[in-house]
């Protein structure tokens, strides 16, 4: 007998690479979701920066802060929905390319599918509340007076 090890040693090294390639795929997830939060949180703060006299007006005509909040985070949503249409059916479409490196997990899993869908329309909600906040703050004297 020789190179005895014990058998932990022996399935550790027979999933190294499968272990290496799903941390990476994790850590690129998680990458991804950070940027996909950044992204919707820039996107929606540039156009309510943009809108900051249409805000004003809103309000100087009697909209109350809340109106104010609730028109922004549809909007965010919206340019969630869109995505996650848009990305489920490139999920689909890319069904072939990771099967491989599932383990018990369909790559048409629905109930996967959705808890991820949540966990990116939160983070869509969380990146465009506080823009929501800063445009339901504005003063619409200052915002008609700015231009």
Do not use: K
């Not at 929606?44 to 104010?68: F, K, N, P």
């Amino acid at each position: 007998m020789f190179n005895v090890q014990p058998l932990e040693n022996y399935l550790r090294t027979s999933l190294a690479q499968r272990r290496f390639t799903l941390t990476l795929l994790g850590i690129f997830s998680a990458l991804g979701l950070l940027m996909a939060g950044v992204g919707t949180y820039g996107v929606i703060s540039y156009a309510v920066s943009q809108r900051t006299r249409e805000v004003g007006i809103r309000m100087a005509l009697g909209a109350e802060r809340g109106d104010v909040l609730r028109l922004v985070l549809r909007q965010g949503m919206l340019l969630a929905a869109y995505g996650l249409v848009v990305g489920y059916a490139a999920s689909l479409a890319l069904t072939r390319v990771i099967a491989g490196l599932l383990f018990e997990v369909s790559p048409m899993d629905a109930s996967a599918s959705f808890v991820v869908a949540m966990l990116l329309a939160v983070v869509a909600l969380l990146a465009s509340y506080v823009p929501a906040r800063r445009a339901a703050r504005v003063d619409p004297m200052l915002a008609l007076r700015h231009e």
